[in-house]
């Protein structure tokens, strides 16, 4: 069982159109990062959300926490083909991980195309 | 700029053949971490260590060891590397003391076996 379900795994739309990729728990986590990893490089940290309900925004990224801190979505708008890559969420301190421990979903395979 | 480092990027080693990967920090973080990821699949931990306590996931072969001589510094060594042990080898540190926990990647060494 997958402690972090995300959705989709794979997501391939046109330049300009919006997305929303989902990071679903059942269990409680104290916070939750989204990464964005490109071929052949590490995840680089878009953003950590600690507080339930938090919303940021990262230029055309907005994030959101879940109010029960068990889930977290990424909403892109006006997709760039630079948005291209593997988006990666994870949850701190989740069932039997230490709180420095990442539990990391499956990803989302972005591909946007020009 | 403080950082993660990560050499070779890419290592080609024989099967069979130990092979060791480095990774440095100038982040002074406490929490190091070794992960392997296989292609576009989420990043699966090794092991980690918390300032000098070494923690092995329950699932990692014994195959695969590490060290970590100092605080800045933590290799991987892959004892007798097997085709399936091909993957992008990830380090990633932490400051384990209270916070978010945030993760921090280096860019990843790629690993040939032949």
């Known amino acids: 069982t997958q402690l972090l379900e995300q959705s989709p795994q794979f997501l391939s739309i046109q330049e300009g159109e919006n997305l929303t990729v989902y990071c679903n728990s059942s269990?409680?986590?104290?916070?939750l990062q989204w990464y964005r990893q490109e071929p052949g490089e590490g995840p680089v940290l878009l953003v950590t959300?600690?507080?339930?309900?938090e919303v940021k925004k990262l230029k055309r990224l907005t994030f959101q926490f879940g109010d029960a801190r068990k889930d977290s979505s990424l909403h892109i708008t006006a997709a760039q083909p630079g948005d291209t890559g593997l988006y990666l969420c994870?949850?701190?301190?989740?069932?039997?991980?230490?709180?420095?421990?990442?539990?990391f979903g499956k990803g989302t395979k972005l591909s946007v195309i020009p | 700029d403080a950082m993660v480092i990560q050499n070779p990027r890419y290592q080609v080693t024989q099967f069979g053949k130990p092979v060791t990967l480095s990774c440095s920090q100038t982040?002074?973080?406490?929490?190091m971490y070794w992960y392997q990821q296989k292609s576009s699949q989420a990043p699966k931990l090794l092991f980690h260590?918390?300032?000098?306590?070494?923690?092995n996931e329950a699932d990692t072969p014994d195959n695969f060891q590490s060290r970590r001589p100092n605080t800045s510094f933590c290799f991987l060594d892959i004892r007798s590397p097997g085709l399936g042990d091909a993957a992008m080898y990830l380090c990633?540190?932490?400051f384990g003391t209270g916070g978010t926990y945030e993760q921090y990647f280096g860019p990843g060494t790629r690993l040939t076996v032949t």
């Open positions: 994870a949850g701190n301190g989740g069932p039997g991980a230490g709180s420095y421990q990442l539990t």
């Open positions: 260590y918390y300032d000098k306590d070494f923690n």
């Open positions: 959300v600690v507080t339930g309900g």
């Open positions: 982040l002074n973080h406490n929490v």
């Open positions: 990633a540190t932490s």
């Open positions: 269990s409680v986590f104290s916070s």
